[in-house]
């Protein structure tokens, strides 16, 4: 009888940044990836264009955590903000894990940077869990596992 191999579910994640150690995030989004194709055409070619690779443009991160006392991920901001962008690009790590909390599935996000920092509303009636936002740009994401 063949091993079943079901699909990972989408809520057991883990995330590494260089240097910052945050307990948790509620959401973790991976921008697309794609490579623009190009028209090309010689004025001998038939009367179709050809299809080139162009640039591959990597989509941004975005992440989602309820406010802690830690500042790490703001001051990661506001360090960009100060225009230190070459010596703050970290590597962040994306692990996916199965049921038993065994990480099947591994992404590396190159070059990373906080571009946009955003706190979530208030409401003096709400009973909903105060978030940050954090996008991440970045020069290549990867699977590598």
Same mark, same amino acid.
């Given at each position: ?10 809520? !057991?994640? !883990? ?34 264009? !050809? ?18 006392d830690s500042q790490d991920l703001y001051n990661w901001h506001k360090a960009i903000v100060a225009g230190q962008i070459s ?18 599935? !591994? ?39």
């Amino acid at each position: 009888m063949a091993t079943r191999n079901d699909p990972l579910r989408n809520f !057991r994640f !883990r995330l590494e940044i260089d240097g910052i150690s945050q307990a948790s995030f509620s959401e973790v989004a991976i921008g697309e990836t794609a490579t623009d194709a190009v028209d090309y055409r010689d004025g001998t070619d038939p009367a179709h264009v !050809r299809k080139l690779d162009g640039l591959t443009k990597y989509g941004n991160i975005t992440l989602k955590w309820g406010v802690t006392d830690s500042q790490d991920l703001y001051n990661w901001h506001k360090a960009i903000v100060a225009g230190q962008i070459s010596k703050n690009r970290k590597m962040v790590v994306i692990s996916v894990m199965d049921e038993t909390g065994t990480e099947k599935a !591994r992404f590396t996000v190159a070059e990373a940077w906080p571009m946009k920092y955003q706190l979530g509303g208030l409401n003096g009636k709400g009973n909903e869990v105060f978030l940050e936002t954090l996008e991440l740009v970045n020069e290549g994401i990867e699977r590598v596992k």
